[in-house]
């Protein structure tokens, strides 16, 4: 694996449909972006940033987020989400991660992933059926 260091930054984008609405999702409501969409929105960030420097067989999971969702986005926003690697720790890497629409900061927090190997994880995974 290629050395991970903190500095690591991701950007992703989304547009706000009525299919990531919390109406559309069935989270709320109110036809405006999803909480849980944000949230998928700012791991996917964080997933993407680093997985370039993964080896072969190896990747990152999910394991904490602490996030607050600032503003309502109406459908019809762009999202734009950034992440910054803060911190690694051994296979424990921590994100701050933020997502903006065209009036400003949406959502905002900490987001933690840990290394894995692929197959190891999901045999341990797929053993909770047997």
Known sequence: MQQLKTGIKGRL???VTYEVSAVGIKSGGLPVYGTPMMVGLMERT??????P??????GTVGTYLDIKHVSASPIGANIVCES???EVDGRRLVFEVKAYDEAGLIGEGKHERFIIQNDKFMARTEAKLK
Not at 53 to 58: L, N, P, R, V
């Open 13 to 15: 984008e989304e547009t």
């Open 46 to 51: 964080a997933w993407s940033s680093v997985e």
């Open 84 to 86: 910054n690697l803060v």
């Open 53 to 58: 420097y993964m080896e072969e067989g190896m």
